[in-house]
């Protein structure tokens, strides 16, 4: 059978929203499937690169690469996200093979550049029978700031107001013609039914989150990837976190930080701790702004945190995870949040504290494999009550110098190998008469 995948960001480009693509093509390949990439070229692309990734695309995976409208024209209104800029190449492209003979017998959108999945309409229209498969990792309509009020989107209210009134234009007119979806969260299924209830009606969903990377690593200690972010041999103890930070994260962080300053006035051997907070911003390289640092500084430990608000490549960010000798990570006070870079703080084999809203579902995979510590909060749990919570679990009984004893037969399912298994069975299933 012949896939079609539409991702915009691809190797080298260092992206969080391509890895379910790339960890799945050697097993997609390995189960029968004959693959077509179509991406944005990265001459077109505003991310940092990465040269190891590319040598993690199987070399029978034929790729296409599009060059979209010029990353000068990026700072015009509207131009700003890639998925705007490649959507008309991409479909171009894409028509393109369809002249040439090609057919597919499923098409996957796997990607957060919504603007691309526009196309969708008019791609079945040049092949009726092709089923379209939409991989949901975030909302689109982004109802977060309606329901925060008090915390700013990025690029101010009224840019924001006018991108989601374009995003809800653009969902209405494409899920109708999405004919599954996968998804990261279990929310999501039922937060888009209720936006869309004719449009979705009886399509199937399959809740799948990002795999596991245990083959990245291997790479990287094979290939002898260093990184640069700190010195794990300069005697001190140094606690990683490599992601996005942003508003919806403080009340995590203000508990976590808040628990390390009284850590610290009980235990003075702690002043030897730097937690180094690393890729924060999606921000395009230079132009990041620190959203961590200001909540250390209110709550009185920023000696002891750095932030690096550009994105760092992939290869390097799995290589400051295995020579840190702790790892956080702080969730989102949105209940259906879900943090897909779990799976490689739990394959680094660290002491792992993650504090999240009790509703998410990296909740239940940090207990059912026991590979660190949890604590939770929800909308009621005060800061003194999150950091008390933070002591007892982390601090007092000093987990951040325990390693966990991983039931790495209850982590298994996570696996790349059995989630590609997963989605190819959801794919034949979508494409069967």
Known sequence: ??????????????????????????????????????????????????????????????????????????????????GHRCAGATLRRIAALLRDGSRFDAAYFSTTQFPVHRIIPRLKKLQPSLRVVMDYQDPWVNDYYTRHPEVRPPGGRLKHAIATRLDAHMERAT??????????????????????????????????????????????????????????????????YVGRGGPDMARALRGFFRALRHAIEREPALTDVRIHFLGTDYAAPGSGRPSILPVAAEEGVADYVTEL???????????????????????????????????????????????????????????????????TFDSTTTTDQLAATVNTLWFQPRAHAITPATDWVAFAPYSARAMTDRLSDFLRATTAP
């Open 1 to 82: 059978m012949r896939l079609l995948i539409v991702s915009p960001h691809f190797p080298p480009v260092s992206a969080a929203d391509h890895q379910r693509v790339r960890l799945a093509l050697p097993r997609l390949l390995e189960l029968g499937w004959e693959i077509d990439v179509v991406c944005a070229h990265p001459d077109s692309v505003r991310a940092t690169r990465d040269d190891f990734l590319s040598g993690t695309v199987p070399a029978a995976v034929r790729i296409h690469r599009v060059r979209g409208l010029p990353v000068a024209l990026a700072r015009l209104p509207g131009l700003g996200t890639l």
């Open 309 to 375: 608000p550009e994105r760092i490549p992939y290869s390097e960010a799995l290589r400051c995870l295995l020579d840190a000798q702790a790892l956080l990570v702080p969730g989102s006070d949105d209940p259906a949040y879900t943090a897909s870079k779990i799976y490689p703080c739990i394959l680094a084999q660290k002491p792992l504290l993650a504090i999240f809203h009790q509703a998410s579902s990296v909740v239940d995979v940090i207990r059912c494999t026991r590979a660190g510590t949890c604590a």
């Open 175 to 240: 899920l109708p013609q999405v004919n599954a979806f996968t998804t990261v969260s279990p929310a999501y299924p039922e937060e888009l039914r209720a936006r869309h209830p004719a449009a979705l009606a009886g399509k199937p969903w399959l809740v799948l989150p990002f795999p596991a990377a245990e083959q990245d690593f291997e790479a990287v200690r094979a290939a002898g990837i260093v990184q640069t972010r700190f010195n794990p041999a300069d005697g001190r103890r140094h606690w990683v």
